[in-house]
């Protein structure tokens, strides 16, 4: 059974930290990795895909990277602003469905 | 392009009462996965439909139901509430069945059961 761990739960930083969200996945059979995110009570915005053939993907201040043999991937966001506080979250694409990591609840001070 | 919608947005049922979410996939789409997240079990799959017929399902008990139409709009139905099942639930929409493609989540309806 998959299961997906993010490292830390939770992160507070200054506003201008360069940052790096961690996730693991114990089975490495897996089409492709998604990151999201998601503010209080609201639904998931997709940040990055990367597919299983792929080790990073880039967008604006954020860019993730997979290691698939290893079971890791990481979220890194440059000049991190407050309005980038929320709850990342990243989903494994195996079999029929996503099985998501637990999150990451970052905030951004000013 | 307009995105996935849901409602309703916010609920409140008894428990024993049975309730049904809607979702409305971006257009195109066919493939709607519908997701349970609650703050002990963080979001965990409960079944996707494409083209009208179920292909997967999690591990969620029968009363846990969903069905989806000829315009791939998705309902799913949880019937004989109990407390656990507040929750946030969100669906999500892709071009094609599975997860080799980009899902799209909805904003999600937010059930309380009480």
């Known amino acids: 059974k998959q299961e997906v761990t993010q490292i830390p739960a939770a992160l507070s930083v200054p506003e201008g930290e360069n940052l790096v969200l961690n996730c693991s996945f114990t089975d490495s059979a897996i089409y492709n990795l998604q990151w999201f995110r998601q503010d209080p009570g609201k639904g998931l915005t997709s940040l990055l895909l990367i597919q299983s053939s792929q080790r990073e993907q880039t967008s604006g201040r954020l860019n993730a990277s997979l290691d698939k043999s290893s079971g890791r991937s990481t979220l890194y966001i440059a000049a991190s602003q407050p309005g980038d506080s929320a709850t990342y979250l990243c989903?494994?694409?195996?079999?029929?469905?996503?099985?998501f990591g637990g999150g990451t609840r970052l905030m951004v001070k000013p | 392009k307009a995105g996935v919608t849901q409602t309703p947005r916010y609920l409140i049922k008894t428990r024993g009462q049975q309730v049904t979410l809607s979702c409305s996939p971006i257009s195109g789409h066919r493939s709607v996965s519908w997701y349970q997240q609650t703050p002990g079990q963080g979001l965990q799959f409960l079944f996707e439909y494409f083209s009208e017929t179920q292909r997967n399902k999690g591990n969620f008990p029968g009363r846990f139901s969903g069905r989806q139409f000829s315009n791939s709009r998705s309902e799913m139905n949880v019937s004989t509430l109990e407390l656990g099942d507040s929750a946030l639930y969100l669906c999500?929409?892709?071009?094609?069945?599975?997860?080799?493609?980009?899902?799209?989540f909805g904003p999600g309806t937010r059930l309380t059961v009480t």
């Open positions: 999500a929409s892709s071009s094609r069945p599975g997860v080799l493609y980009e899902q799209y």
């Open positions: 989903a494994v694409g195996a079999g029929n469905m996503l099985t």
